[in-house]
C-alpha cells in the first residue's frame, strides 16, 4: 500500500488548506494516523495525530486552527488547517498504521509529502 498526500499549495496567511492523505489501494481501515511537517531548514515535527479511537493530539503551535480526522469509507484521510500563517510553511508528510482488505496490518507507512507555502 502507498500513501498519496496531496492539498497542499500556496495560500495567504489566514487563509486554509485541507490536506488529503488517501490509500493506493482498497484497505480495510486505517487505525493511526499522523501529519508531520518540514519547514526548510528545521526537523520534522509532529503536527497531529488521530488513533482508531478517535483520540487526538495536537502540537503546540496549531493548537485551535487544525483538525484531523479519518474517512475509511474513503480510506482517506485529512488535515483542515485554518487560520495559516507563515510559520505553518513547510512540507507536510502523512503516516498511518491500517489493515488491508487481505489482513495484512501495515505500520509506520509514510506518504511522499505535500508542500504548503504560507505567503502574501
Known amino acids: 500500500v502507498q500513501l498519496q498526500a496531496s492539498g497542499g499549495g500556496l495560500v495567504q496567511p489566514g487563509g486554509s488548506l485541507r490536506l488529503s492523505c488517501a490509500a493506493s489501494?482498497?484497505?480495510?481501515?486505517?487505525?493511526?494516523m499522523g501529519w508531520y511537517r518540514q519547514a526548510p531548514g528545521k526537523q520534522r515535527e509532529l503536527v497531529a495525530t488521530i488513533t482508531s479511537s478517535g483520540t487526538t493530539n495536537f502540537g503546540d503551535s496549531v493548537k485551535g486552527r487544525f483538525t484531523i480526522s479519518i474517512d475509511n469509507a474513503k480510506n482517506t484521510g485529512y488535515l483542515q488547517m485554518n487560520s495559516l500563517n507563515a510559520e505553518d510553511t513547510g512540507v507536510y508528510y502523512c503516516n498511518a498504521d491500517g489493515i488491508m482488505k487481505n489482513g495484512y496490518q501495515f505500520r509506520g507507512y509514510w506518504g511522499q509529502g505535500t508542500l504548503v507555502t504560507v505567503s502574501s
Open positions: 489501494e482498497n484497505i480495510w481501515s486505517f487505525n493511526n
